[in-house]
């Protein structure tokens, strides 16, 4: 059983910063790869960030240059760093992660959401 956990949502301001956290728990031996999405409602879900097995990174071209993904292997956490946030970003935020288990089988999970609102 794995359990994901996600935190770091909320109402800023443009041009501030938010980091959300997505942390796996129970029967994992490591992330393999990692992904965030975001989702308004009345859109398709839409990838924003991911990294690879290898750490191999990559952006949607409206967060590049703005967005950080990364991975902490001894926390199995992954995380987003979003600097100079825009109304535009306002979306609920949704952690995907590929993840290895004890027994060695991949499976890929899914957060629970956080919501991240821009507006002055």
């Known amino acids: 059983q794995v359990q994901l956990a996600e935190s770091g949502g909320g109402l800023v301001r443009p041009g501030e910063s938010l980091t959300l956290s997505c942390v796996a728990s129970?029967?994992?031996?490591?992330?393999?790869?990692a992904d965030w999405y975001r989702q308004v409602p009345g859109k398709e879900r839409e990838l924003v960030a991911s990294?690879?097995?290898?750490?191999?990174?990559s952006y949607a071209d409206s967060v590049k240059g703005r967005f950080t993904i990364s991975r902490d292997s001894m926390k199995n956490a992954v995380y987003l760093h979003m600097n100079s946030l825009k109304p535009e970003d306002t979306a609920v935020y949704l952690c995907?992660?590929?993840?290895?288990?004890?027994?060695?089988?991949?499976?890929?999970?899914w957060g629970q959401g956080t919501q991240v609102t821009v507006s002055s």
């Open positions: 995907h992660l590929q993840i290895m288990s004890n027994q060695f089988q991949n499976s890929d999970y």
């Open positions: 129970g029967n994992v031996f490591a992330i393999k790869a």
């Open positions: 990294i690879t097995v290898r750490s191999e990174l």
